[in-house]
């Protein structure tokens, strides 16, 4: 038998006790080489051992727990999903683009980690125990590396077996010794680990671990004596896979969003007084990376789309939480969530995207929630959290009954104040407090109501903090939008010039055209829409772009925003 | 009293006794020796300090050591005043040292490998690196069975003894001599718990581990 | 069965490139000294004026006698910034220019010549990179939580032929001696070789003038390189063994990134890693080394 690198069998890649908390182990499989560790979540992750910017082996890189952390760039790639989390040398923005490093299929049993060389979104073979197995309360030995080719090594184990009781052979490279199945791992053309299990847990289990490792080293010094007199088989060569062709080249714009999610609604309850709690699910395996600050659409079951933010911390990926207000006066949207969507609705969700980055370089971030707005924050204060930053947070409520995730505010390691009833002046002096005279590397992130934004931002002004360094997210775009302008828009790329006359948007004159252009919410808070200006200047509407940006006048939100002059050109 | 290190940065034996009087919050003073390329350990200067033409060397006052486990000995007794890196019970004062010893082959071997590899010299590098897993086998083994009678150390004591300091730097640069950890799980994890040491400090050539778990 | 000789693999731009294969002075007068350029066995020595002798090497042993007056089958030889330089091919007249390393007042010394198990234009990618100061050089070249890469210019120069990245600058923890906080450092980038590149860094001393660090790969094969590092500083009070010592902590720093790195030759097609806007230099060297058809140490695009 010769191995294959497409063999999509499962074999048996490392013990369970080889994967620690906040360990990286280095494995090996069919030539290719894994990076495996254990998240604080107990989540065994199978990774091709290469970081996809500039292919530095990730086993020499940092478990941090719920990410695993890059020793060449810092770039953090998430617990089940692999995908990108931050990239520290931009650390404003959020990876726009999907960076998802290779994963390979994992399975833990028998005290073993097992994977196989198949695509983990679409595994064509699933784990099945050896037969057997479920008779046994299996116990493993020490692994055993040897330098010989794996069929060898298999039939060097077959050659243990007294003459009246032959080996058993078993599926794979394995076989049964008396009671004692023993798995030969290919590790490469001319290299293999021998991963035996006794059948139960022996009264003096460092006795026979000594005496099985003192038999299976005997067998390797014997293999390799006899593998260093044939010719060395030649290492098998896997193939990296290309990055898709987006991840080659360097977009500044947003990516028009991609399918939705099918998710249940695992569980729903009342988070506070007026917030209710939403886990959604996925169906099977996990829902995609996000980062701390991002949100999702929410399709209702009413045809409506709302954006809500994910509360959870780093590599949690099983189900996203969120939190939905219950408003008295509602607009059909949350109104139909809290009412009507029940535990076990399946409801379908975007891709989690992210207009509210935040920064891992702050010397101090200041977190300022008030009401609903705690749930991005409190993503962020996890992931903060669990990198060990430093941070404040700040939670303004009406009424100590509204205090929406209380427990896992409890859980934060950082400060957390909750401020609850203060008068509005009092919360002004609160902000400004909280705020402080504000020094290089300072950040302050904000989400709440207009006026609380409007205040941070105030107060921030004015006691020397810089625009870049005050980060807010709008839900909803409260200002008059004038759409009594007329002017002509010249689409690049599309070679086309149309007209926008008043009273319709940039955004519904393209799409009367023809062109597919992503959008969500359409009053200009989300960035969606987002596209580049390359002439014309930009008269603009929305509440996604910071004064900076706008001043810029390189991009602009076509849902809302128009132009100052008669013609503009997009990147389109 | 002033501890001078004849040092190059590069080094392994010199980075061993760095890393342990950071571990005792020890001050002293360095002087850079130009190993590479300026052969310097092989000046008359040099060799009036130690006639073996060896980095490193250690002056303490009017003292002066060489060897870089003789000198980790040395700094133990003399400074550590909790006497755990280099113990006084002679049982446990024979199981380090035969670490050191075992340190040493590490030198001849691994980095011998890396020096060949990396500086150019002359050694027999298909030797030097079978050496090498030969040593880590034995090592990985001693490490796995320590594992699962709760030993997380070379030695037996409950902590790391300078048995665990002479033997990690060399281990580390390993790969510099093209001598893969892969096979030796045991060995990796300890590498973890040495770079946990309070008071731990890298080289050029190793990388810092992350935190721990934090205790619930 | 005639035997392969390894010439025939190099591609014409490398094989008539000047390459470094030794410092200068490190070079033994009338002795033997041996090495290895683009799989091709190389001897090399100094007559009795000093200057170089290189020929291709077959039995001759390291450390044996020889008078160089009977090598007759010699390889051209240039030598330039301390460092002894030769050809496989027909190597143009002069070797790229550093102007400063003439001026009187500065110290210029090499900083030793290091195996390293990755191929030439990986070393010089890495040489280029920002990024990973705060993760590789910690607490020197930079320090969390300071990681942001700054816009940059980037373009290649026709007229000279080379890569130059301009207005790079990095927050530097430790950027002079003197220093007690971070500050910002200027850097500009040449890559005038394709397996050279050149850093001129603000100088402490003397705010209008630059330090010159330079790394020359000498290419041994296809995934390894020797990398000879140069310093050319304005430095009125550091020895050369203290700057020597600065010089290879920050290498000794590179050098087990780049030996995890995979695959060990440099992949030239886009698609092959991920590119963030703080690489736009790499970008660059990237596409201009398969503008030049070189397929040395490199993974070309597939037709």
Known sequence: ?572 | MTITLHDFELSGNCYKLRLLMSILQLRYDIVPVDFFPGREHKSDAFLRLNPFGQLPVLQDGDLTLSDSGAILAYLARRYDASGQWFPDDPAVTAEVLRWHAVADDITATASAARLALGFDYPFDLEKTQAGAHRIFRIIDEHLWFGEKSGRDWLASPAHPTTADIACFPYVMLSEEGGISRQDYPALRRWTDRVRRIPGFIVMSGIFPAGPALPAA | MPSIDPIDHIDPITRDLWQVIAATDELPVGQIQRTTLLDVPLAMTRDSAGLPVVWRRSDEEAGDDVDPENILDRLPVTTGYGFVWTSLGTPSAALFPIPEYAEADRKNMSCGSIGIHVSAPRAVENFLDMGHFPYVHTDILGAEPHTEVKEYDVEVSEERDEVLATRCRFMQPRAAKSATHAMEVEYVYRVPHPFCSVLYKSCPEDENRRDVIAIFLQPVSEDRCRAHLLQSMIDSTSTITDLRRFQQTIFGQDKPILENQYPKRLPLDPRAETPIRADKSAIAYRRWLSQKGITYGVIPMAS
């Open chain 1, 1 to 572: 038998m010769t191995l294959s690198l497409s063999d999509p069998a499962w074999y048996p890649i490392a013990s369970s006790d080889d994967l620690p908390f906040r360990h990286v182990y280095q494995g090996q499989l069919l030539g290719r080489e894994l990076a495996v560790w254990r998240a604080d979540d107990g989540n065994v992750n199978v990774w091709e051992n290469r970081c996809l910017h500039r292919g530095v082996r990730l086993s020499i890189g940092i478990n941090e727990g719920a990410e695993l952390k890059c020793q060449y760039h810092g770039w953090r790639y998430a617990n089940r999903s692999a995908g990108c989390t931050y990239i520290p040398a931009h650390p404003a923005d959020a990876p726009a683009r999907r960076i998802q490093n290779k994963i390979y299929p994992v399975a833990e049993a028998f005290g073993l980690v097992w994977s196989a060389a198949q695509d983990s979104d679409n595994i064509e073979r699933p784990f099945a125990p050896f037969p057997g197995a479920e008779s046994g309360q299996w116990f493993p030995l020490r692994p055993m590396p040897v330098n010989a080719a794996p069929e060898d090594v298999l039939a060097g184990l077959a050659t243990l077996a007294p003459d009246d009781r032959p080996a058993d052979s078993l599926p794979g490279l394995a076989l049964r010794l008396g009671d004692v199945v023993y798995f030969v791992q290919p590790v490469d053309a001319g290299r293999a680990v021998i991963r035996g299990l006794l059948p139960s847990t022996p009264a003096d289990a460092t006795q026979a671990l000594r005496h099985y490792n003192e038999m299976l080293s005997k067998l390797r010094d014997r293999l390799e004596r006899a593998a260093a007199k044939k010719p060395a088989p030649e290492p098998l060569a896997p193939a990296f896979d290309k990055v898709s062709a987006d991840l080659a080249t360097m977009p500044d714009i947003a990516i028009p969003r991609g399918n939705t999610i099918p998710v249940v609604v695992k569980r729903k309850w009342t988070s506070a007084d007026g917030v209710i709690g939403f886990e959604l699910a996925a169906r099977e395996g996990h829902l995609p990376t996000f980062q701390p600050g991002a949100h999702i659409d929410v399709h209702l079951p009413n045809g409506l789309i709302r954006q809500y933010s994910i509360t959870n911390g780093p590599g949690e990926l099983m189900s996203y939480i969120i939190g939905v207000k219950q408003e008295s006066a509602s607009k059909g949207g949350s109104k139909v969530l809290v009412e009507t969507v029940r535990q076990g609705d399946m409801l379908a969700i975007s891709e989690p995207r992210n207009n509210f980055p935040l920064r891992r370089d702050a010397t101090r971030t200041v977190l300022i929630a008030g009401g609903i707005g705690i749930t991005p924050l409190l993503s962020m204060a996890r992931f903060l959290d669990k990198s060990s930053l430093p941070y404040e947070l700040h939670y303004f409520t009406r009424a100590c009954e509204q205090v929406a995730f209380r427990g896992d505010l409890e859980a934060l390691h950082g400060t957390v104040l909750i401020h609850t009833g203060l008068p509005r002046a009092e919360i002004g002096t609160t902000i400004s407090t909280a705020l402080g005279a504000w020094s290089q590397a300072q950040h302050v992130y904000v989400c709440g109501p207009s006026a609380m934004l409007e205040s941070v931002r105030t107060t921030a002004a004015a006691q020397g903090w810089p625009d870049e360094a005050i980060h807010f997210e709008y839900f909803k775009n409260d200002k008059p939008i004038d759409d009594s302008s007329a002017f002509d828009v010249e689409l690049a790329r599309s070679a086309m010039t149309l007209h926008v006359p008043a009273g319709k948007t940039i955004l519904e004159v393209m799409r009367d055209a023809g062109l597919t252009v992503p959008s969500s919410c359409e009053q200009g808070a989300c960035g969606t829409c987002l596209t580049t200006v390359i002439e014309g200047e930009v008269d603009h509407q929305d509440v996604y772009l910071n004064d900076s940006e706008k001043a810029a006048n390189t991009c602009m939100m076509t849902c809302v925003s128009r132009a100052k002059s008669a013609r503009l050109v997009l990147d389109i």
